[in-house]
């Protein structure tokens, strides 16, 4: 195995990722056991890579209305409304495992069977023959990708979406309000966009700083205005969405950006820099990742540094652009990192850069403009404010968020739910 040299010197300790201790308690589904999406080679269209077909419940009736689909499993057989009848009627166990797979999509919009096996804490999910993934498919509910390896590869795992389609709401009817709410989270139904190789590999991501890092909560792609404080006015030109967020213990919000293309990234650097120069609070910053292309891939060396150093050279001129930006100190809250700084080669780790969340701000000296920060060291950017802490408590509700992490104290949402059937007045007078 190959590692790509770092651009942080002095910080390089490469190490199998299998040595690291992982927070998953079943280690058939750690990252050390996950098919790695970026070195995978997954999804890489421009040099002829592998690509995903993805299949609706809709289009396979269609194809055997047309007498050209292929036999289904018992399982998928089944009717959409006898799949719906199946997860709502089955086991609580079989029922509540149905609903962390939909909850596991709505958050991270796009992953491979093993990352949400591994979400939820269930071998059988990645197992194609058992998966619950099936009866899910059947009710119209999710989506699901195949990838065909050439030949002398392995089978890939299967990949799964939720399906903007689906009826959704017949089997929120059904829920309790706890798990409409570990679904969907007031979330909009299968939302996001569907970029396959992005988003896998940002929930590769989030799932790999889940599980190494000591962090408070892990999200996937989450809208910009829960991220920042309240106070914080959004401009309408902002991103929609972070690619992820993590959040440091303190409440410290760290949004991830996975970037693989160049056209766009000014405007979305720029948005960024304007939200973050009104937010008050500094409980904000934002970490682009550079998840290209490998330079470890033949004739791709040259290329994958020129693409690093737009990135770069795009956030340097952004972040202090306007003396908003730079009176609010933006430029130490928008970072840059490469999935090969924390990740140099397939099934490797540097693991003082991984364990501090390293990423690189443009505040050093004009010799070396770019200074590489820890952003898991509480001495950075402290977060004093406690009510930042409540979304590591609130998170836990959600049954995306990966299970390891949902342990402990959860919100009570009663005043919220009485709140929403206009009760609120009288509770609050029996309460007292």
Known sequence: MVAVPSRLPGRRNVVPLATLHSAIPDQRLAAKARL?????????????????????????????????????????SLSEEEALDAIVNGTAKWRRSCLEVLGALSVWRTATSEQVAAIIGDPKMANEWRSQAHVLWAAGL??????????????????????????WEKLAKHLRFEEWLGVIGARQWGAGASHDRHNLIATEIGLRIAEFCRIGTALGETPVRNIVD?????????????????????GLRIAIEATAAITGLDEKVSAWADILSRDES??????????????????????????????????????????????????????????EDWFPGPGLVDDGALLG????????????????????????????DPAKREVITNARSLY????????????????????????????????A
């Open 36 to 76: 790695d999406p970026f070195f995978g080679s997954m999804l890489v269209t421009a040099s002829g890579g592998l690509t995903a077909s993805w299949m609706t419940r809709r289009m396979s009736t269609r194809f055997e209305q047309l007498g050209i689909a292929h036999r289904k499993p018992v399982k998928r």
């Open 142 to 167: 999710v989506q699901e990708g195949t990838v065909t390896p050439p030949a002398g590869m392995n089978h890939f795992p299967r990949l799964y979406r939720l399906d903007r389609l689906g009826p």
């Open 230 to 250: 309240p106070s914080c006015s959004v401009p309408a030109r902002s991103p929609r969405a972070a690619d992820g967020v993590v959040v440091r213990r303190d």
């Open 282 to 339: 500094r409980s904000t910053v934002v970490v682009f990742v550079d998840i290209w292309r490998s330079a470890t891939e033949a004739g791709m060396s040259a290329s994958a540094g020129r693409f690093s150093h737009n990135i770069r050279q795009v956030v340097a001129r952004e972040s202090s652009a306007t003396m908003a930006r730079v009176s609010a100190r933006v430029p130490e809250r928008i970072g840059v990192i490469r999935w």
């Open 357 to 384: 969340l390293t990423a690189e701000f443009h505040t050093g000296p004009r010799e070396k403009p770019w200074a590489a920060v820890d952003l898991l060291d509480p001495s950075f950017n402290p977060v004093r």
């Open 400 to 431: 995306g968020v990966p299970h390891w992490l949902r342990s402990g104290e959860k919100r009570d949402w009663t005043h919220r739910l009485v709140r929403w059937a206009g009760l609120e007045p009288a509770f609050e007078s029996y309460a």
